[in-house]
């Protein structure tokens, strides 16, 4: 899943295993990319929203029949 | 020589790299206004033995605990590192001289080292986990916090040298410039003649003693955050006290369930027009005490009282969001 960031952001997320320190740009990252407890902190700050990746229909639609 | 004087005292506060490593010397170093900065638990009594006499012959010690706690104005760097303490993330956005703070709750929180200088005499204290952060104002004088903690190890370091000194700083926040919004019911808070008040986060641990050493092994898991507030208001109907009983305003019934209200509370720093701290609810569960009365008049008081718990998709129950000129703690 693709996330979008708001703007440029440092987060400092402490975890059991010790502090998790990132620098984000803001556009587009993958999940992947980016380490889950900093992301979490992103998206409940209102900073990273996930981009709808749903398929767009590109395929050619028929012309409408007119009448008369 | 002469004896000690109470008001020679200095505080300082550091994050540490790791638990157990004590940082060399504090971050941020500032005056206080109360508290013992460094408070030792020493649990020992006498033994119940028998023996010759009625009296006891030994007694055990078998915990030194370390404690923080102390009053301070509210300066305006060494706040942001309290507030990373008891939060655990921080999330920093905007460009110097305006870095914009905002604290959500996570899973774990850092270790801190808490300085103090009494009459130059030095005590540290390591591993320190925020237990509770109270910000309490009264109408227009600077706002005063008192931050606790729980540590470890009590050491004795030969150097006091903040990086930083906030001592005698004009920047601290006020309430003069800042914003005081409230409602019973809905997460829209609107202006309110708000007179003073308290915000007050506990997120107490029970240190581990485990056997071996006097001294705690760790400060401890935390319990779970309880976000509380105190406003005192001076209202001109008594629609608070019918929003929290009955849900509305022109209510005729008691509401069966809490009614969930907001809050935004915010302060400037005294000494930048962009520095301030506003914290925010967006689910807080009020509770409203009718005026009281009195044959003398006067304005009547309305006292809230709200628990803020955790929205669906917040970052806390209270999110405080810090605007200092400190990139990153």
Known sequence: MRYAIAQDAHVEVWTNAGPVVADVVAGEVEESDVDAA????LIRSGLAVAVDETPVDETPKAPKSKKG | MSPLNKALVLAGLAKQTAKGSLATNPTFGFGVTGGKIIATGIKQGAAETTSGSLASSNVDRTEVGGAMGFDSRAYMKMLGLILLGLYGADTVTGTTPSFVHTFGLAASQPYLSAFESYN?????????????????????EPVIITPTGT???LSFPTTFVPTTSETGSESFLTPVGGVFQVAMVGATPATA?????????AFGTTPVFASGQVEADDPGAHNLMVATCKLTVIPDDLAYWMQVVTGTANGTAVSPKAQYGSLSIGF???GSTAGGLVWTGSKVAFLAERPDVDPKGGNAEIALAGEAVMPSSGVAPLIPVLTNDVATY
């Not at chain 2, 591993?127 to 109270?134: E, H, I, P, Q, S």
């Not at chain 2, 003649?193 to 986060?201: A, H, K, L, N, P």
């Open chain 1, 38 to 41: 900093v992301l979490g902190t």
């Open chain 2, 120 to 140: 130059s005499l030095l005590r540290a204290l390591r591993d320190v986990k925020v237990t509770g952060l109270n910000m309490k104002w009264t109408g227009n």
């Open chain 2, 151 to 153: 540590g470890t190890v």
């Open chain 2, 193 to 201: 003649r708000i007179t003073g008040g308290e915000i007050d986060i």
């Open chain 2, 268 to 270: 400037k720093d005294n």
